[in-house]
């Protein structure tokens, strides 16, 4: 069971976050009750590809404690204006996706706000705005005042109005074009059968 949540490998790409890699990291230790020695081996193995050759480049008193080499890793990934920066362009531009809920993008979006330190109207403003457009339009017809209205205004709002882009709509859609379609046709029938001149 304890396996399911290890923490992930870690490869020092731009678009990962090192901050919440580091934080899963030691947290999966602390479960574990893994000492100093422990972790610092765990950490040499999960660290692979660009961060693995860093990894092999460090000094020798960087790699000698477990501490040593966080402070090391810190000072070579966790570049806070880096991810300033990553999580100002994403907040502006993030949309909740057809298959995330609500509370799992206003969760990501408050993470991204904390990152860059922005204000609670700030991102309200930034949430509403990459929302499905249903539930933007109810939470913003709420007049919300907070994050926690914005919750669950957004809560009530994914389960009582409609997203117009499902794919369940669509199909209906569809569906009532073609029924139409058949009722029109019948229609002409009928109307040509009244005109027909009877012998």
Known sequence: MTENFHPSIFNGKAEEDAVEWLKHFENYCAFKGFDENKKLALIKVLLVGN??????????????TFAACKAAFEARFKSRDMLKYKSAREIFTRKQGPHKSADKFIETMRKLAKAIVVTDEMTIFAILAGLKPNISNYVTQK???????????????????????????????????RLSGKIMAADSRQQGLRHCPSG
Do not use: F
Not at 144 to 158: C, Q, W
Not at 161 to 176: F, H, P, S
């Open 143 to 177: 007049k919300t005042a907070n994050l926690e209205e914005l919750m669950t205004h957004a809560r009530v709002a994914e389960l009582t109005t409609v997203d117009q882009n499902t794919a369940q709509l669509q199909e209906l859609k569809g569906e009532i074009r």
């Open 51 to 64: 961060a693995a050759t860093w990894l092999d480049t460090i000094s020798a008193t960087d790699l000698a």
